[in-house]
């Protein structure tokens, strides 16, 4: 199968500050990428369609001008949480789609707890 | 809405017995089928995916698609303590943009019993 990376794997940071985590696909090129939130016993959510070279788009109810997402390349994408707070503490995981089968793999995902 | 409905269990099988597991899609559409296995504190990994109806196997996995009953299904023969997971349902959804879409079932949690 396809590899799909995504750095970093955890990170911790005070309220009020932003990170940005990095989903890149490996081996493949993925014109779209996808980013989802699992909150604990809970299931994935999507956040929002990440395509290549083009805004991304948001599901119903996540706030685009705080979870600014970049897909610059095809093999890279991004999101970055701004001014975060610890409600947003969650696991954040990545997915890169092959449109060729529209198989979708996903990174190892990022646990982000903010204090 | 489209939706994709699967039963979250959890799923008890013992150890060396066939664990199946189901989903149903809303969307007539869909052509692509797909599980996921997730492991606690993991993210999610493609296991099987189906194209046509039928069945389709690979090891210890078989996925069944019939695409007039809208139904799909998941079997596990010889089920191991380590297929003790979540098992994700997904189905593309045809875009009306842009966007390719892929539902996912909320899971069904299948635990193994040694």
């Known amino acids: 199968g396809a590899v799909v990376s995504q750095h970093p794997s955890w990170v911790i940071c005070k309220s009020g500050t932003s990170v940005k985590i990095e989903c890149r696909s490996l081996?493949?090129?993925?014109?779209?990428m996808f980013w989802y939130r699992q909150f604990p016993k809970q299931s994935l959510m999507l956040m929002a369609t990440?395509?290549?070279?083009?805004?991304?788009?948001?599901e119903q109810g996540v706030e685009k001008d705080k979870f600014l997402i970049n897909h610059a390349s095809l093999t890279l994408s991004t999101l970055t949480v701004t001014s975060a707070h610890p409600e947003d503490s969650s696991f954040y995981i990545c997915?890169?789609?092959?449109?060729?089968?529209?198989?979708?793999?996903f990174g190892p995902g990022t646990r982000l707890t903010v204090t | 809405q489209k939706e994709v409905e699967q039963n979250s269990g959890p799923l008890s099988v013992p150890e060396g017995a066939i664990a199946s597991l189901n989903c149903t899609y809303s969307?007539?559409?869909?052509?692509?089928f797909f599980w996921y296995r997730q492991y606690s504190g993991k993210s999610p990994e493609l296991i099987m995916s189906?194209?046509?109806?039928g069945d389709k196997e690979d090891g210890r996995f078989t996925a069944q698609l019939n695409k007039a009953s809208q139904y799909v299904s998941l079997l596990i023969r010889d089920s191991q303590p380590s297929d003790s997971a979540t098992y994700l349902c997904a189905v593309n959804i045809p875009p009306s943009g842009r966007d390719d879409k892929i539902i996912f079932g909320k899971g069904t949690r299948l635990h193994i019993l040694p």
């Open positions: 969307d007539r559409g869909s052509q692509s």
């Open positions: 990440s395509n290549e070279g083009s805004k991304a788009t948001y």
């Open positions: 081996d493949f090129q993925a014109t779209t």
């Open positions: 189906i194209y046509s109806n």
């Open positions: 997915s890169a789609l092959t449109r060729r089968t529209y198989e979708q793999y």
